[in-house]
T-cell receptor
Framework: GIQVEQSPPDLILQEGANSTLRCNFSDSVNNLQWFHQNPWGQLINLFYIPSGTKQNGRLSATTVATERYSLLYISSSQTTDSGVYFCAVGDGQFYFGTGTSLTVIP | GAVVSQHPSWVICKSGTSVKIECRSLDFQATTMFWYRQFPKQSLMLMATSNEGSKATYEQGVEKDKFLINHASLTLSTLTVTSAHPEDSSFYIC???????????FGPGTRLTVT
């Protein structure tokens, strides 16, 4: 299957700081999504972004499909942003990345 | 829109028994559903892909006779863990896509504990 690596694995931020999360994948894909997994395990869709750039409030994402990576930007972080962020890629079925565990401290 | 539910949210069963987990798409027709499992502090691992009315496609290393998947309608897929053992204890998550929805939408997950 496709290999998906995320960096950094862990990130601690002061509230108000900005961050960039990276997702590298090993093969060309047609689908890519970013998710936030809350403490109860629910996966929240953040972006469907197989290519290009999208923004939603304090979050934005960019995927450069030709270079097989995607970036998730979080600006002005809040404590509620804490949790694990996953990217998932594939054609049809999804393969999940290793995740970035984000902790935002007040 | 695009809501996926799972039932039960958590279940405890004794070793050797079978457990059924339901995954429902509430407001769209899910032509494809996926089942994942997640161990603590780890990523999600795809177990199988099911298309409505067809046999599920299992990922390598997943025992199809142990994890029975049925996708009998466009809104319901079930995962049955047969003869459960403690090592099957995990967080099981389903997702669905279909119709005009290209993205996958995830259920809230089912936490299975086998004693």
């Amino acid at each position: 299957g496709i290999q998906v690596e995320q960096s950094p694995p862990d990130l601690i931020l002061q509230e108000g700081a900005n961050s960039t999360l990276r997702c590298n994948f090993s093969d060309s894909v047609n689908n890519l999504q970013w998710f936030h997994q809350n403490p109860w395990g629910q996966l929240i869709n953040l972006f469907y972004i197989p290519s290009g750039t999208k923004q939603n409030g304090r979050l934005s994402a960019t995927t450069v499909a030709t270079e097989r990576y995607s970036l998730l930007y979080i600006s002005s972080s809040q404590t509620t942003d804490s949790g694990v962020y996953f990217c998932a890629v594939g054609d049809g079925q999804f393969y999940f990345g290793t995740g970035t565990s984000l902790t935002v401290i007040p | 829109g695009a809501v996926v539910s799972q039932h039960p949210s958590w279940v405890i069963c004794k070793s050797g028994t079978s457990v059924k987990i339901e995954c429902r798409s509430l407001d769209f027709q899910a032509t494809t559903m996926f089942w994942y499992r997640q161990f603590p502090k780890q990523s999600l691992m795809l177990m199988a892909t099911s298309n409505e009315g067809s046999k599920a496609t299992y990922e390598q290393g997943v025992e199809k006779d142990k994890f029975l998947i049925n996708h009998a309608s466009l809104t319901l897929s079930t995962l049955t863990v047969t003869s459960a053992h403690p090592e099957d204890s995990s967080f099981y998550i389903c997702s669905a896509s279909g119709g005009a929805l290209i993205e996958q939408y995830f259920g809230p997950g089912t936490r299975l504990t086998v004693t």
